[in-house]
């Protein structure tokens, strides 16, 4: 009687494992989400321009989102996480305004008037900006150099520097503290507009912004002055 012979391991063929479908978030869930964001970031944005970031708790912005608190938890963690979100999202509404405002034409003053006044415009206009930049300007001044929003403000300022007062040589150093210099004179400007509502904005714009330009015509001569020597 013949044994029909067996197969051996390596000849059974194996049968690939079902590939599992990749999680697709529904799309209602999806608009869940970003509904209860959009609550959330509202909620703190008023809590924050009222008594700001030190005196606000995650229970003062939940409550006053009329969401639930294990979902800004899932969201955020933090009150800190969320305002830092609020706070890129300002940052890049001012990139983009200044961006709009420049002009090939300009001089150094005007180019600088432009960007304080289009600045200016564009932040008074967002209801509690004012106060939210005075309530919080530690926080944001500890910030302000860490957001890419800023970075990108920074080599924006640096060019325009470069383009309309050409010197011999600078290094980078001087030229990045120069455009951090103006970038904060604009800060300054809000604030002071924060604490004097009344303030017509052109006018503060363009002490603000020939301030700003004889700042760098003085480190633009002092640089020059340093080459002539060497």
Request: glycine share 4%.
């Amino acid at each position: 009687m013949s044994t029909q012979q067996q197969p051996s391991p390596e000849d059974v063929p194996v049968e690939a494992p079902a590939k599992r479908k990749a999680y697709r978030t529904s799309k209602k869930r999806e608009m869940t989400r970003a509904f209860k964001e959009e609550a959330f970031e509202r909620a703190a944005w008023n809590v924050f321009s009222t008594i700001g970031l030190d005196a606000a708790t995650v229970r003062d912005i939940v409550s006053l989102s009329n969401v639930s608190p294990g979902s800004f938890y899932n969201y955020y963690k933090t009150k800190e996480k969320i305002f830092d979100i609020l706070l890129i999202k300002v940052a890049d509404r001012v990139k983009n305004i200044v961006l709009q405002s420049r002009c090939p034409m300009d001089n150094l003053e005007m180019m600088l008037t432009r960007s304080h006044q289009a600045v200016l415009r564009e932040l008074i206009s967002i209801n509690g900006a004012p106060r939210f930049f005075e309530l919080n300007q530690h926080h944001i001044r500890a910030r302000l150099f860490t957001m890419k929003e800023t970075r990108d403000m920074l080599e924006d300022l640096k060019q325009n520097i470069l383009r309309l007062m050409p010197v011999k040589t600078i290094s980078p150093d001087r030229l990045s503290f120069i455009a951090a210099t103006l970038l904060t004179m604009g800060l300054e400007s809000l604030l002071y507009m924060a604490r004097n509502p009344l303030l017509d904005i052109d006018e503060t714009a363009r002490l603000s912004g020939c301030m700003a330009a004889g700042n760098v015509r003085g480190a633009m001569a002092f640089l020059s002055e340093m080459q002539s020597g060497d």
